[in-house]
């Protein structure tokens, strides 16, 4: 079945540092890749997405290419700071015959960023 | 606008209880889901409503979890006879609609259950 493999945890860095935490899919088909991220106290929140291979999603900063050779969707920053702090999941999303709709995750990756 | 919203944000029940969790989502979504998020795990899939119908329900984990959403906005989430277990953070999200693979899910921020 479809499934997300993420890197271990947790990720602590200094502010300006760069940031990469790896995610690997396993999935038949052409699935769309996301990033939430999850912020203290907050619900989870749509970082970037990409929908296609070769596709590139950007937010805040953050970028993340689909890799369809390597199955990978990895996350990056070039300079993180201390509102970067939070935890970050990496997920997918296939259509099934059935037409549903639901995302799978990784297990999440905490970041914590120091002054 | 107002984003999805669950109620309660907490619930502390009895093994053997029934509990309902209920969430409101963004006006003039179509597509509901439920997912469940243990400590130390990304959330995980329940199962998702498109209008009043349940399109895919293959994540409920057994006959003690059900969840209806009778008119196609708020959704309710019950779990009979609670088990330890069953302890999580009960996540809903909602998007305008599903279909093409792209529609965004935003989520609530949860209902913590814990069993005793």
């Known amino acids: 079945g479809n499934s997300v493999t993420q890197m271990e945890g947790p990720v602590t860095l200094s502010e300006e540092a760069f940031l990469t935490i790896n995610c690997t899919y396993t999935?038949?088909?052409?699935?769309?890749l996301f990033w939430y991220v999850q912020y203290p106290g907050e619900g989870l929140q749509l970082l970037l997405k990409?929908?296609?291979?070769?596709d590139k999603g950007s937010n805040k900063g953050f970028e993340a290419t689909y890799r369809k050779e390597t199955t990978s969707f990895h996350l990056e920053k070039g300079s993180v700071q201390v509102s970067d702090s939070a935890v970050y999941f990496c997920?997918?999303?296939?259509?099934?015959?059935?037409?549903?709709?639901?995302?799978?995750f990784g297990k999440g990756t905490k970041l914590t960023v120091n002054p | 606008g107002a984003g999805v919203s669950q109620t309660p944000s907490n619930k502390v029940t009895e093994k053997g209880k029934y509990v309902e969790l209920r969430c409101d989502p963004i006006s003039g979504h179509t597509a509901l889901y439920w997912y469940r998020q243990s400590l130390g795990q990304g959330p995980e899939f329940l199962i998702y409503?498109?209008?009043?119908?349940?399109?895919?329900d293959s994540g409920l984990p057994n006959d003690r979890f059900f969840a209806v959403r009778p008119e196609g906005s708020v959704s309710t989430l019950k779990i009979q006879r609670t088990e330890r277990g069953d302890s999580a953070v009960y996540l809903c999200a909602s998007s305008v609609t599903s279909g093409g693979g792209t529609d965004t899910q935003y989520f609530g921020p949860g209902t913590r259950l814990t069993v005793l």
């Open positions: 997920a997918l999303k296939k259509g099934t015959q059935g037409g549903s709709e639901k995302l799978v």
């Open positions: 409503f498109q209008g009043t119908g349940a399109a895919d």
């Open positions: 999935a038949t088909g052409y699935p769309s």
């Open positions: 990409a929908t296609k291979a070769d």
